[in-house]
T-cell receptor, first 111, second 116 residues
Framework: SQQGEEDPQALSIQEGENATMNCSYKTSINNLQWYRQNSGRGLVHLILIRSNEREKHSGRLRVTLDTSKKSSSLLITASRAADTASYFCATDFSGYSTLTFGKGTMLLVSP | DTEVTQTPKHLVMGMTNKKSLKCEQH?????MYWYKQKAKKPPELMFV???????INESVPSRFSPECPNSSLLNLHLHALQPEDSALYLC???????????????FGEGSRLTVL
């Protein structure tokens, strides 16, 4: 399957702690995106990193991409209860123009 | 306006019913998508419309019939569905045609479908 694999499947932390989620994929990509989904709601785009970029920041989010290892990580610093959601990586595989979503990480941030 | 609006939010239908899901965006996006999402699973692509033409059909059963009346609207017509088709159906849009990678998707809140 071309689908990305997130790790861990579920993560439970306390407010103020950092949360790190990983995504691995199997084939060459053009870009990798991260999305957030609150329970039963639509997905919201968080950040996009291109295949020639290694790191990108947006507010409390930091994304890294290692194309040699075919992996990416999403770091959320100083987490808040409102960060509780599922987080999905999504990839544009080379030669395939639409996004394929990974299996997701469920993040629970306790007050 | 950066919204994708989906109606209805919830739909319950029998296996012999015919119903439709609707999606609307006013961001000038020329690509629109239907995704299906089962509980605790990632969204799975069903259809892609690019410039109002169906460009991708991910081998979806014919009981799901998409329609793009104009560049702002996307419908999904449902007929003779099965209970296993119960899921969250998500509409999304993006700028430009699907042939360009790296496009951010804007999602609606979804239509929760239950087939009895």
């Amino acid at each position: 399957s071309q689908q990305g694999e997130e790790d861990p499947q579920a993560l439970s932390i306390q407010e103020g702690e950092n949360a790190t989620m990983n995504c691995s994929y199997k084939t060459s990509i053009n870009n990798l995106q991260w999305y957030r989904q609150n329970s039963g709601r639509g997905l919201v785009h968080l950040i996009l990193i291109r295949s020639n970029e290694r790191e990108k920041h947006s507010g409390r989010l930091r994304v890294t991409l290692d194309t040699s290892k075919k992996s990416s990580s999403l770091l959320i610093t100083a987490s808040r209860a409102a960060d509780t959601a599922s987080y999905f990586c999504a990839t544009d595989f080379s030669g395939y123009s639409t996004l394929t979503f990974g299996k997701g990480t469920m993040l629970l941030v306790s007050p | 306006d950066t919204e994708v609006t989906q109606t209805p939010k919830h739909l319950v239908m029998g296996m012999t019913n015919k119903k439709s899901l609707k999606c609307e965006q006013h961001m000038g996006h020329r690509a629109m998508y239907w995704y299906k999402q089962k509980a605790k699973k990632p969204p799975e692509l069903m259809f892609v419309y690019s410039y109002e033409k169906l460009s991708i059909n991910e081998s979806v059963p014919s009981r799901f019939s998409p329609e793009c009346p104009n560049s702002s609207l996307l419908n999904l017509h449902l007929h003779a569905l099965q209970p296993e088709d119960s899921a969250l159906y998500l509409c999304a849009s993006s700028q430009g045609e699907t042939g360009i990678p790296g496009r951010e998707l804007f999602f609606g809140e979804g239509s929760r479908l239950t087939v009895l």
